[in-house]
């Protein structure tokens, strides 16, 4: 059965979580899948990738209710490895992602739209960290990635109340990027796919490492790693095809990524 379906189209990925009879809800199938279908991504080939959920209802309600119900401890914790150690191999994928989100993006389902780079969602889309009303923490990195995204007293204040919010609150916190009807989200999510997939791959790449990296240390260290990224773009292809078609007043041939 496939939990996770991977679509190419030209240089863009689509990624689709399928397991519509119950709300795309990750159980361990679903992440482990999921972990390989990220690695079979090949960023030679694909140049941004969407991350979305089957059906017209969610994205995802968060992690499996029913398999977690019966965990123990030290199951929990392993529980929680699994999640977290896959979302953190989609958040540092050398590609940009562009989490699409089409409906419920609870728990887990929230946790996995902020390992993408950017958050488009539909006018449908519901977003929230229900957890403490099940009992437990938001587990696959909600405590820290939701306080880097919109700041710890708002993160507090949603992961305390498990209070859902619509798209319209999550774009004014800043949680997603564009909010669009639900039949022109998948058009606009491509739609930015293809404009990230035309520029130059490796400076991308690059840019997407200083902003991870650097938001992790302190602004000394921080110019230091941009510095070295944007040196080693000097190396490539595709910066002396870009800045010699300026000079030469001409459109620069297509990147090559080299
Ligand atoms: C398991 C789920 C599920 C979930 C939905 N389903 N969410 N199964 N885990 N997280 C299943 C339902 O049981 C149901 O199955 C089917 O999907 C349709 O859902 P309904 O509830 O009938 O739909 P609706 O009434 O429209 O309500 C939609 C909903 C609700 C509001 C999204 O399903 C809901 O509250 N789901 C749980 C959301 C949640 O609490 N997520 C956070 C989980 S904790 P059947 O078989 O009855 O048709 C989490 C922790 C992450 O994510 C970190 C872990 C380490």
Request: charged share 25%; proline share 4%.
């Amino acid at each position: 059965m496939a939990f996770v379906e991977l679509e190419k189209k030209g240089l863009i990925g689509v990624l689709t979580i399928n397991r519509p009879e119950a709300l795309n809800a990750l159980n361990d199938q679903v992440i482990s899948q999921l972990s390989e279908v990220l690695d079979t991504v090949d960023p030679g080939e694909t140049r941004c990738l969407i991350v979305t959920g089957a059906g017209s209802k969610a994205f995802v309600a968060g992690a499996d209710i029913a398999q977690m119900s019966k965990l123990t401890k030290e199951e929990g914790t392993a529980f929680g490895k699994l999640g977290n150690d896959v979302f953190r191999k989609l958040e540092t994928l050398p590609i940009p992602t562009i989490a699409a989100v089409n409906g419920f993006a609870l728990g887990g389902g929230c946790e996995l739209s902020m390992s993408c780079d950017i958050r488009l969602a539909s006018e449908t889309a519901v977003f929230g960290q229900p957890e403490v009303g099940l009992g437990i923490t938001p587990g696959f990195g909600g405590t820290q990635r939701m306080a880097r995204l919109v700041g710890p007293g708002k993160a507090k204040e949603l992961i305390y109340t498990a209070r859902n919010i619509k798209a319209p609150e999550a774009l004014a916190i800043g949680l997603v990027q564009a909010v669009y009807p639900a039949e022109e989200l998948m058009a606009e999510a491509e739609k930015m796919a293809n404009r990230i997939a035309g520029n130059a791959p490796i400076a991308i790449r690059a840019c997407k490492k200083a902003i991870n990296d650097g938001l992790q240390t302190d602004m000394d260290k921080a110019v230091e790693i941009e510095e070295e990224l944007f040196g080693s773009c000097f190396d490539t292809a595709d910066q002396k095809n870009a800045m010699t078609a300026f000079l030469e007043k001409r459109k620069h041939d297509p990147f090559e990524n080299k």
